[in-house]
């Protein structure tokens, strides 16, 4: 007989070969999960009507109603009856007996109740839950196939989970909630004390920060599949617990600020292209551009909630849920400002950093303190760190911007941020003989003469490498970071251009000149004439400080020094404005006055030794000894080696060493131009004074230039302070921390010369009698004053 055919095929040896482990895997994972849920919900079910059945017991009492009995039960019964041995019992007994075994024993009234019970009783038993049939879980284990002559048999076998039963799980949760409604009753109830409201505080606040640095690690340590994470942690900035409200966000938003540091990669995200999301890509690249996804979007909610936090602190904005109040959302924003200042200067390859940029800038110049000081420190770390170029364009573009808009009224602080602007190097524009060609220009005609025509071919084909490999270099190239800097430069000129022009009596007046002072080696040749008559004209208008002087002079020295040595221009007003103003500088003065006047003198004297005359190098020497006597020693220090260096800049100034040298005229110490001050009729007799200078590298120095300053022999001086410029030894030397650089010996103490007493005794004893016995006659001995001497 032949077997029947069936459309449903036992599937072959092959196809059991194409069917993969993770799909079996899947269809296992598939059975469990609904054999857990139908678990579950039967557990659930039966709970509920459990709950049910409490409320309806506690509420009313419920008799049981008499149920009719089956006819087995009835025969169990009288079998009963009769195995009893009534012939041992009295009349009485029996009596007794049947009364008790014919009363209904479900019923709630005793036998002697006269009460009557109401005719409509609770059934009870309707609402008993029945047991439904528990399905079993169970786990299906894949066996080795068994090999037949025509197929493969697949075995599996079947193994029960055995789980916690439903009664065992309901008496854990009935401890635990009758804890929570003891605990909740008790706080209705009994108002706690300041003690121990504080004490639930700190608890809370407690399991707050264990629950933070759990999802922090969690993050860290995968951040690839543990984004979630980031959002429970986004999810507490809203905390609703007003006791705890303020800690909790700060605490989360220091957290996510450490954690964006933590797991942002090193460049910027792109986003994709819709023919990029079309095209197939391999596992890994789809993990990482979902990471990517999810890092961008949860950083610009983060942002986002910060700024959204200073907004709010910045126009008083009342919420719904008064968790937080009014007064307590400044300390919020001052944390939410600390964040972002730490990703503007920590993550300035990221996305959105010119969004953080734009943000902060109006808080540069922001009523508060502490958030004003807290931003502009960040933009000075900002532009001291940037090497490319890039951050610092965008922040000073903000920074104009912000100046503009504002119309020059902002602090003298969000100037001074500009002079930490790393600007070495600019394109300067060239004249026009510099741009010329040397030679003449090769035509096209020329080159395909010369040049064979596999040379060209092998030429175009490098050049086209050549730029490939410049679009694929990693860094930046040097005439973009050029470009980038010149544009800088120009936004930061322009800046104090229009101060200069438009505001040059405000008080960005000193941050301006501060900042010529420091890039007036970067200023283009147009502006030279301009900017030397408006920087003479506000010196001689009497209204600036001793400081935005000094600024004013070093302004125009290192233009002259720089590319402005092709200038004839001699600035002999400037020169006279700082050998005036040399005397006005004490001990109590602030210590950058001198550091000023040290580069100003390196400037004007070393650098420009051939326009300057003998005349005048004597007169700043002799008034630089003068100044050394009354500042501090480290200033002391420096200005001895500025005079060091003009004495070997112009050696025929040794004649303030010489005290028989006479010229003619008279020295005039109050005329305040050095040109005729006559400082050659005068001696360093300075010198001699700080030889005996408390300071033992200002004795050094003084000793080396009353010897004529040389540079060999006894009088010379060690390599360590020779080889240092002015400027480094008032650096090395200074004292801002209140102690002596070097540390200066204590004096010394004389030894007191021994004097011969009355109570010493002497080592020979004739001689010590001999000293009592006149000791002793001088004391009886009366002295007669009116009686005269007699010979």
Known sequence: ????????????????????????????????????????????????LRQALK???????????????KPEEEEEEEDFLESLPTDMMDDTDLQHMSSFLSRDLSSCDSEHSTKKRKSEVVRGYEKIPRKMAAVPEEEVIHLLPIKDKTRLIPQSMHRVVTKQSDEEEDEEEEPTQEAEIGAAKLVNDAPLTPAQQQK??????????????????????NPSTNMKCVKQLRGMLMEVDPCMAVTVRKLVMVSLMEIFKDITPTYKI???TATEKATKVKKETQQLREFEEVLLSQYKFYLEDLEQCIKDWKQKKSKRSQAVSLDSYSGLAVVAVRCLCELLVAMTHFNFHNNILVALAPLLNDPVKTVSDTCCRAFTELFRQDKVGGPSLAAVRVISGLVKRLNYNVRP??????????IQEVLVKKDLKDTTPTMKAMHHKDKKNQLSRMRRKWKKAEEKLQQE??????????????????????????????????????????????????????????????????????????????????HCIQTVFTIL???????????????????????????????????????????????????????????????????????????????????RAALHSFPRSDFLLDNEVQGSGLYLPELHHPEHCNAHNTA????????????????????HLSRGAPSEGSGALPQELSRRSPVQLFDDYDIKDMTFNPPVAAPRHKKKKEVFRVNWSLLDGDLQRLVDDSLRSSQEAELDFWTTHKH
């Open 1 to 48: 007989m032949a077997p029947s055919h069936t459309k449903k095929r036992r599937p072959s040896f092959r196809r059991l070969l194409k069917t993969s482990n993770l799909k079996l895997d899947n269809k296992l994972k598939n059975r469990q999960m609904k054999q857990q849920n139908i678990s579950k919900k039967q557990r659930k079910e039966h709970r509920k």
């Open 55 to 69: 409320g309806v017991a506690q509420a009313t009492p419920r008799p049981l109603d008499v149920t009719a009995k």
């Open 200 to 221: 639930v505080r700190a608890r809370k606040i407690q399991d707050r920060k264990l629950t933070i640095a759990h999802l922090a690690s969690t993050v860290i340590a």
């Open 270 to 272: 792109r986003p994709l």
């Open 413 to 422: 602080k969000v100037l001074q941020t500009l002079l930490s602007v790393r």
């Open 469 to 550: 490999l410049l679009e694929t270099e990693a860094s930046d190239s040097k005439e973009k970071k050029m470009k980038m800097h010149t544009e800088t430069l120009n936004i930061v000129f322009l800046i104090y251009f229009r101060i200069l022009k438009k505001a040059h009596k405000s008080v960005l007046l000193p941050a301006v000149l501060e900042g010529l002072a420091n890039f007036a080696h970067l200023i283009n040749l147009e502006f030279f004439d301009d900017l030397l008559n408006v920087l003479q004209g506000l010196i001689q208008s009497g209204d600036l400080s001793n400081r935005e002087r000094l």
């Open 561 to 643: 020094t720089g590319q402005g040595d092709v200038l004839n221009i001699d600035p002999l007003n400037f020169y006279s404005e700082l050998y005036a103003m040399l005397p006005q500088l004490h001990a109590g003065a602030p210590d950058d006055e001198i550091f000023i006047v040290l580069r100003c003198l390196d400037a004007m004297l070393i650098r420009r030794r051939k326009q300057v005359s003998l005349q005048r190098a004597m007169a700043f020497i002799k008034r630089i000894s003068v100044l050394s006597l009354h500042v501090q020693s480290h200033a002391s220090v420096g200005l001895l080696a500025a005079a």
């Open 684 to 703: 360093l007799w300075e010198l001699h004074a700080l030889q005996r200078h408390f300071h033992p590298v200002v004795r050094q120095l003084a000793s």
